[in-house]
């Protein structure tokens, strides 16, 4: 069973860093591409980014471009999010999601698998 | 940067038939993913690939996708069926997409 477990949000200020986990069991994890989606407190799904199955390509959405920054660990079956600059927009439920596909992202992107997210609070 | 579009509510009644639009340029030409979100919950793949229901999903949900517009019809709706929904593609340049959502209300 696929299972994704996300951590590291906590409270922190405007301007300030944050680095996500997502820890990923129950399938080959080098073998899919990864995504981090988040959503707004009472607002829909954004797509923030993604990254290839080595990690050798990485997409991002123009809100977070230039400041966060997404990485794998396969080794350790491990998604991170790095969140440099943060702004109080940044404040959202995070997720991290699987691409359905071994070695392949694009037109067949879609989650069937989804973590709870771990909650990220930009205030001061 | 491409987008899709869905109407921000949609109301049915117990029985009969809801249908969730999502319009966005050629999106035909894409596959089309639905998702469903109950409160506190985490989305669920209802749809993919424009028609395809997942196991386990009932088969009052179906999905059409021509022209525009791409559709998520719910038949015999029932109460368990009120979500908020959301509709998403796949653009070579803007990449994942998610339409706003659309919150079903079953009254």
């Known amino acids: 069973e696929v299972q994704l477990v996300e951590s590291g949000g906590v409270v922190v200020q405007p301007g300030g860093s944050l680095r996500l986990s997502c820890s990923a069991s129950g399938f080959t994890f080098d073998d899919y591409a990864m995504h981090w989606v988040r959503q707004a407190p009472g607002k829909g799904l954004e797509w923030v980014s993604l990254?290839?199955?080595?990690?050798?390509?990485?997409y991002y959405a123009d809100s977070v471009k230039g400041r966060f920054t997404i990485s794998r660990d396969n080794s350790r079956n491990s998604l991170y999010l790095q969140m440099n600059s943060l702004r109080a927009e940044d404040t959202a439920l995070y997720y991290c999601?699987?691409?359905?596909?071994?070695?392949?992202?694009?037109?067949?992107?879609?989650?069937?698998?989804w973590g709870q997210g771990t909650l990220v609070t930009v205030s001061s | 940067s491409y987008e899709v579009t869905q109407p921000p509510s949609v109301s049915v009644s117990p029985g009969q038939t809801a249908s969730i639009s999502c319009s966005g340029d050629?999106?035909?030409?894409?596959?089309v993913y639905w998702y469903q979100q109950k409160p506190g919950q985490s989305p669920v793949l209802v749809i993919y690939e424009d028609n395809k229901r997942p196991s386990g999903i009932p088969e009052r949900f179906s999905g059409s996708n021509s022209g525009n517009t791409a559709t998520l019809t719910i038949s015999g709706t029932q109460a368990m069926d009120e979500a908020d929904y959301y509709c998403q593609a796949w653009d070579s340049s803007t990449y994942v997409v998610f339409g706003g959502g659309t919150k079903l209300t079953v009254l």
């Open positions: 999601a699987k691409d359905p596909s071994r070695h392949h992202y694009g037109s067949g992107t879609y989650y069937k698998n």
């Open positions: 050629k999106l035909g030409n894409k596959y």
């Open positions: 990254i290839s199955w080595d990690g050798g390509s990485t």
